[in-house]
């Protein structure tokens, strides 16, 4: 016993048997163990955050990155039966923990019946006095009206119709997005025969207005579309796109904003092409759709997206409302700027964290 002690003093003297500060020891012995190393504690919440994000629901809403902070928006919907919040607006600092905030709107839009079922909002920094502009359908509405606001949560004052259907010379017209490049301003929107992309001139006293002709940059297949700036030679297209009896969220690549958005292979979505499926459902949680918008985290190795999915056999709140919770999921980014496979939507601890 003595004899063992004595090691064990020994051991303790090198510093190499138990280290107080978990350091390196050289590898004299040839053992092949010449480090142990304690990066602290791994718990979930350092390393992973909790999807979805948000729930009861953020029905066909949308996400933007403000001033200071990130604010997402819901359409028009009832979270508990009589109780109307008209687009209520979120706020994060970390895309991962939100609270509810107000309405973004005191009252409905006038202009056309129905709630506003469909919404986009970025910040167009160079527009004094209406830094931010909502782009916005109304489910009675064949058409897509505008709003603006000196803060991303709101309140909105409404302006009213920019397109209808009719103008376009379609037959309907849905699911606007809104992108800021620089000083640049584009609206990209879904009519019966596939998604537009358009400039638009912004002005505090004249309003939205159209800038140019309008680009197709994916066929009606592709629904519900979102743009994300990876950088100024790299642009994602996704969408929702049908599956069966189900919804995906899929993706195409471009040089420039305005396309032509291809697959990996080099076809164009206007081709005929639906993309790369990134988003798709499991058994849980189905019908991935609406992808809001992305944001790449500082490494470089992630996009982060926002967008809406269903619990299996809870569609619906107690309300009679739409139940889309809002999820986020890390996208890993390949060498040459595809992603590198599918993702599942599930509920649960998600890694990595958003940094």
């Known amino acids: 016993m003595k004899k063992i002690l004595n090691m064990l003093m020994a051991a303790l003297f090198t510093g190499c048997l138990i280290p107080t500060a978990m350091t390196s020891c050289t590898d004299n012995g040839g ?5 142990i190393k304690w990066d602290g504690s791994q718990n979930p919440e350092n390393t992973s955050f909790r999807n979805p994000v948000w729930e009861p629901s953020l029905e066909a809403g949308t996400v933007v990155k403000g001033a200071s902070m990130f604010v997402a928006v819901s359409a028009t919907s009832q979270w508990a039966p009589g109780l109307t919040y008209i687009c209520k607006a979120l706020t994060s600092n970390n895309l991962m923990t939100w609270n509810a905030g107000n309405d973004t709107f005191t009252e409905s839009p006038t202009w056309g019946e129905g709630r506003v079922n469909s919404l986009t909002i970025d910040y167009a920094r160079t527009v004094t006095g209406a830094t931010y502009w909502m782009f916005y359908t109304l489910e009675g509405g064949n058409a897509i009206g505008a709003a603006t606001a000196t803060a991303a949560a709101g309140p909105y004052t409404d302006r009213g119709t920019l397109i209808t259907a009719e103008s376009l010379g379609k037959t309907s017209v849905r699911n606007p997005f809104f992108i800021v490049v620089t000083t640049n301003f584009y609206l990209c929107y879904t009519t019966d025969d596939g998604t537009y992309i358009q400039k638009l001139k912004l002005n505090k006293k004249s309003g939205a207005t159209l800038n140019g002709s309008a680009i197709k940059i994916a066929p009606e297949t592709f629904d519900d579309v979102a743009i994300i700036r990876a950088s100024s030679s790299r642009f994602y297209l996704m969408g929702t796109v049908a599956n069966g009896g189900s919804k995906e969220i899929h993706y195409a690549m471009a040089s420039t904003i305005t396309g032509p958005y291809k697959d990996r292979s080099g ?5 005929g092409s639906i993309g790369e499926p990134i988003i798709v459902g499991g058994s849980e949680i189905i019908n991935p759709e609406n992808p809001m918008r992305g944001f790449i985290n500082e490494a470089g190795t992630h996009l982060f997206v926002a967008y809406n999915a269903t619990e299996q056999g809870q569609d619906l709140m107690k309300s009679g409302y739409a139940r889309r919770p809002m999820f986020v999921t890390p ?25």
């Open 31 to 35: 053992d092949g163990i010449d480090s």
């Open 267 to 271: 076809s164009d979505l206007t081709a």
């Open 331 to 355: 996208l890993e980014i390949d060498e040459d700027g595809w992603f590198k496979a599918p993702v599942t939507a599930q509920k649960g601890w998600t890694s990595p964290r958003y940094e």
